[in-house]
């Protein structure tokens, strides 16, 4: 992996998405981190000015704002998946999740909602883990599972940049010709 971040908190977990919407599941990983003390959250996405403090004062109000990082929009989420060690996507419903995707290309095993069309992508275990939407307690026994196994098996980071590569610009070109 390249260095970490050049910000406050390492992203030992990172939710990314391209504008931050209630129905991302940004309460549920919230709500999860607050079940984990030992672990960090870096969330980058946009979020339209009228709601951007409602995230942070949810933190507040669970005690976990000193561990996490609200970002905001970025124009290179490279270093950001770069940096982290796991990329989460526990929304109530995305039709793909294009983040997921990005994060597998990068070697970053992710854990996606089962109502996300990426959760197709996800073997558990293998490349990252399947989470059920809303779930604040289920979240946060499969982050503290792939705390642990990021730390023992380097095939999950393999993995992920696998189910990447069958989804190249070629390959989709192909596809959609044929």
Request: glycine share 8%; charged share 25%.
């Amino acid at each position: 992996r390249a260095a970490a971040p050049p910000h406050d908190v390492p992203a030992r977990f990172l939710l990314s998405s391209g504008a931050l919407q209630q129905w991302q599941g940004v309460d549920t990983a919230l709500r999860a981190l607050a079940r984990l003390p030992e672990l960090d959250l870096v969330i980058c996405a946009s979020v339209h000015q009228r709601r951007a403090k409602a995230p942070r004062k949810f933190a507040e109000k669970l005690g976990v704002a000193d561990r996490v990082q609200f970002l905001g929009g970025q124009e290179d989420v490279r270093p950001l998946y770069a940096g982290a060690d796991c990329f989460m996507l526990p929304t109530r419903y995305d039709p793909f999740g294009t983040t997921a995707l990005e994060a597998l290309a990068m070697g970053l095993p992710v854990i996606v909602s089962r109502r996300a069309g990426a959760a197709e992508l996800v073997r558990p275990g293998e490349n990252g883990w399947l989470c059920e939407a809303g779930d604040a307690a289920g979240l946060a026994r499969l982050m503290l599972e792939a705390d642990r196994a990021l730390r023992d098996e380097p095939r999950l980071a393999q993995a992920a940049r696998a189910t990447a590569e069958r989804f190249g610009v070629d390959g989709m070109a192909r596809q959609l010709s044929e």
